[in-house]
Structures are given as C-alpha cells and as structure tokens.
C-alpha cells in the first residue's frame, strides 16, 4: 500500500519540464566526459530477466529468448507469473564482474528493465520488480559494489518500450485483451523518469544505454526532454543514441542533419564498414545468437573471432559490447566463460594495442588491422607471412619494430614505394593476432 502511495505522489509531482532545446546548463564537455569511454574500448553487455526463466523455450517452440512474452504471445498475466519463480540462488555480483574484468573489459551495460517491463531493482514505482519474487535483493545494488570494487564502469540498459506498464503505448498487436483506453504515454513517461531519477541517485550508473525507442509514440521531443532530464541529474553521465531517434537502424549511427541526442551510436550484430572520424560508436553482439539465454543456441562464435572483432573494431576507433545472457540461476553459460578467459589471456598480453587507442592511420590491411596510440603503430598480424615478408601501407621514420607480447623479438624495417616493408622473422607469437609494435618518429603518410 505504502509503494502504491509513493508511486501516486511521485506521478503527482514529476510534472512533463519545458522541453529544452539548449544542453542543460550543469553539461559536462563531451570530451571530458567521454574519456574513459574512448579508452575502455571493451565492455560486458549482459541481458538478464524473467525471460531467462523458460530460456527460450514455449509450448515447443525453441527460438525465443528475452522478447519470448511477445514472440511468443503470453498474455500479461501468465508472464507475470515467473516472478513466483525469479530465483538465482547462484547469483554472484563479484564473480560476473571478475570475469568481465579478466576478459579484459572495462564497463559493465546491464539491463535494469528490457521491452517485458520487469525491473532488476526494488523500485518505488512499480510492483513488478525484484521485490515481488524470492530473490528479493537488490541486484543492480550489488552489480555497481562489485564493480566499484573491480575498477569497472557500472552501466545501464534501459528500455523505453514496456510491455507491461498499463500506460505504455501502443500495445502489442495481438494483445487484444489488454485495453488502452485508459492509457496515458504522458504518465507512462512520468513513471519512466521517475524510475531512471531512481537509477542514477541509487546506482550512479556511467552510462545510460537506451533501447527500444523506435515506436511511433517516443519522438524527437521527448528524446531532447529525456537526455536533458538524465544530465540535469547527472552532469557526466554519457548516454547513447537510443534516448532519441536519430539512429538509422541496425547500423546504429545516426542519421545527417537535426539535433539527434546521444553521445554515441550503437551498431548492432555490425561493425561499421569504416570508422567515422569525429564520431564516437560502439558495436554490440551477442556471442551466440540470442541477447538473453537461450539454453538450445549453441552457436556461439570462436574466440579467435570475438578477439579479431575486437581488434577490427578498434582499428576503426570503436568500442565492441559483447554480450552474456545469464541463466535463470544466476550462472553465466559455460560456453560464455570459457570465451571470457580466453579473450583475456588475449588481452593480458596486447590489450596495451586496444585501450586508448585511435582508429587506424592507413588503409585496412589483408593481413590483418592497424591501430594507434601516439607515436606508436600497432600491427595486428592474423596471417603471418610464410616468408616472413609484411608489407604496411604507410610511409613513416620507424624507432623500434618488436612484438608487444615478445618485446625481445625485434624485426627489421625497410621503406619501398609501397610502404613499410618488415621482415617478420620466427613464428606467430599468437595465432589469434600476434602484435608487432612500432615507434615512429613524425608523421605517418598513409599509402593508397
Ligand atoms: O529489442 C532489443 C533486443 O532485445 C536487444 O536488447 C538489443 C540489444 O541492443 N536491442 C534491441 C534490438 O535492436
């Protein structure tokens, strides 16, 4: 009763502001506050929720995962059953972000509440949250500890769109059931500030990762509104493209011309063809083919290709979000944490050729990708030339040339017309990328 009386005097109290068209006046310099971001390079996406409860699976079909109640078309009312039932007795914040933190990320994007409604935190807003079930603990609470502890980011996903919400529009098409006539999207929009002034006061996430704007009823307005809203509350935060309704798609950049808001664009499952000078992005995937779990998809992608991902991802001045979909009992699936370890043992010896990082200074080589840190050229060989010969399409006066991981294996350089050529004596170091770093001294002239 008392939840429902705070829930009607917050309603009351968070009236629609002014829509701004000006930053707020307490904005942090983009620059300044995306620093840290532009040197993590590498983060853990993790999607987690009731959905991970029938784990993809309904009346047979095997092919869901975290929109199952819509995929699957479960009324509202059955859906809100697996709250009986969210239990994750082997739920560990530290050991999900211990092993975020030795695959070599730096940020943490949970979702705090996906399309279903259901919220990962004990709201004051709402009653379909954690509180309701028997794992009445405050999850995010103990995901922003651990991080804190670890030296990662804490971040949120947070959907826009809501299944549930009584207020939220439009419904699903086939809920013919649910009626709307009530409904209000003004205090839908109410409740949904309300929630996020929840968020970032109790959790102070880094980063605000919206979702789920591309319905009719979220529009250019209300993103300017809501990106205003989360930085008068939090001056650094940086939040993505998905708080308004700029973004093009899965390409996730966002479209020419209007004030779109968001401090970076969001591909998705894609990795931009080509960096984009000036423009701040980050590629999100799923390891397998399901952001939550799904316990038959076992497609789960090599190691050898997250990492060349990573590293190709980098070479075009991008950050890759890689995603986990823990189990309903708070496990994280064994093929998931054997990648994690091993992309980490990557990272242990070459994360130096990601973190901090600029986009590659010549065109994108076949032998592998190119990255750089000041006057320091990273060389991410895939193929190791069998005669040892490597060919880097770039003129520059080259200090030193050793391999990052191996610094006491040292390579000679020769300048042709076609670039630097090196002489890559030995074997690979890696069979993943084996890393040569070079010193250069001056400019780098990229060869066409
Ligand atoms: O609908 C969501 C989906 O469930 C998942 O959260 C991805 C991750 O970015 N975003 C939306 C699909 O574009």
């Not at 998905?242 to 996730?252: L, N, P, S």
């Amino acid at each position: 009763m008392l939840k429902q009386l705070m829930i009607g005097l917050v309603a009351l109290t968070m009236a629609m502001p002014v829509l701004a068209d000006e930053p707020a006046a307490n904005a942090i310099d983009q620059d300044q506050r995306m620093e840290w971001w532009r040197d993590a390079r590498f983060g853990l996406f993790i999607h987690w929720g009731l959905y991970s409860i029938p784990a993809g699976e309904w009346q047979g079909n095997t092919n869901h995962a975290e929109w199952i109640r819509h995929t699957a078309h479960i009324p509202l009312e059955t859906y809100n059953q697996y709250t009986d039932e969210f239990n994750p007795t082997e739920f560990d914040a530290d050991e999900w972000v211990k092993m975020a933190k030795q695959a070599g990320m730096k940020y943490l994007v949970i979702t705090s509440k996906h399309h279903d409604g259901f919220c990962l935190w004990p709201s004051d807003q709402t009653e379909f949250d954690v509180s309701s079930t028997p794992f009445d603990r405050d999850i995010m609470g103990e995901l922003k500890e651990a991080c804190d502890k670890h030296g990662l980011k804490f971040c949120m996903y947070h959907s826009i769109m809501d299944w549930h919400h009584p207020d939220y529009l439009p419904r699903r098409e086939w809920e013919k059931d649910r009626p709307a006539d009530d409904a209000d999207y003004d205090r839908y929009v109410t409740y949904m500030k309300a929630q996020l002034k929840e968020l970032i006061e109790r959790y102070d996430p880094a980063v605000l990762w919206f979702d789920g704007e591309w319905e009719g009823t979220w529009t250019h307005e209300r993103g300017i509104d809501l990106d205003e809203y989360c930085r008068s509350l939090k001056p650094d935060i940086i939040v993505n493209n998905r708080v308004d309704k700029g973004r093009r798609g899965m390409a996730g950049l966002n479209a020419e011309g209007t004030d779109w808001r968001g401090d970076f664009g969001t591909p998705e499952q894609e990795i931009p063809a080509t960096g984009v000078p000036g423009v701040d992005w980050e590629s999100c995937m799923t390891m397998n083919g399901h952001w939550g779990y799904n316990k038959l998809d076992k497609n789960f992608k090599s190691t050898t290709d997250l990492v060349r991902k990573l590293i190709d991802i980098a070479s075009k001045g991008g950050n890759y979000l890689l995603n986990v979909g823990p189990m309903a009992n708070g496990e994280f699936p064994e093929e998931s944490i054997e990648r994690l370890a091993e992309m980490g043992a990557w990272m242990d010896n070459n994360g130096d050729s990601i973190y901090g990082t600029t986009a590659s200074p010549c065109p994108m080589p076949e032998w592998g990708r190119v990255t750089r840190k000041g006057d320091r050229v990273f060389l991410h060989v895939f193929d190791w030339p069998a005669d040892g010969k490597l060919v880097v399409p770039f003129a520059a006066e080259v200090t030193s040339c050793k391999l990052l991981a191996a610094p006491q294996r040292t390579f000679e350089t020769n300048a042709t017309p076609k670039g630097l050529e090196l002489m890559l004596t030995g074997d690979a170091e890696n069979s993943i990328a084996s890393v040569v770093e070079l010193t250069i001294d001056g400019e780098v002239k990229p060869i066409k």
